[in-house]
């Protein structure tokens, strides 16, 4: 399992490159994933969450739900090196959850040893080459 990134719950008003992520053939300047039938984009232009999000939907994607350590290493290979990127986890304060907006479904990412958000900020973000930092807002 890549160990190599970090996880931040961020302001939506922040502005990071994101990786999009949808179910069907890929189009031009996609990368398949193997493992996960899916394809994703990195996107390099600094938007805030909502216009990464906006610009994902306009592809026919969202950002990115990761479901798995391969995906998440698959994923991470992605972030170009010393970036945060947008991620499309949201926290839902009235039922107290992480959830991935694709799905609007709660995640468990049990593959993630001492998996935690902070909940300062209601959207998440991840980085590609620090290491693990089991603190208030990283694992």
Known sequence: MNT???WNDVPCSGSYASICKFDSNCETGW??????SSCYKAFQQWKTYY?????????NADL?????DEELDFVVSLVPQHSWIWIGAEFDSVD???K?????TSFDLQ???DFSFGIINKQASISSDVAWYNGYHFI
Do not use: M
């Open 4 to 6: 190599g990134f970090q």
């Open 31 to 36: 990368t398949f994933g193997a493992n996960t």
């Open 51 to 59: 216009e990464a999000r906006r610009e994902c939907l306009a592809h």
């Open 64 to 68: 990115v739900s990761i479901e798995s």
């Open 96 to 98: 107290y959850v992480w």
């Open 100 to 104: 991935w907006v694709d799905k609007e």
């Open 111 to 113: 593959f993630i040893p």
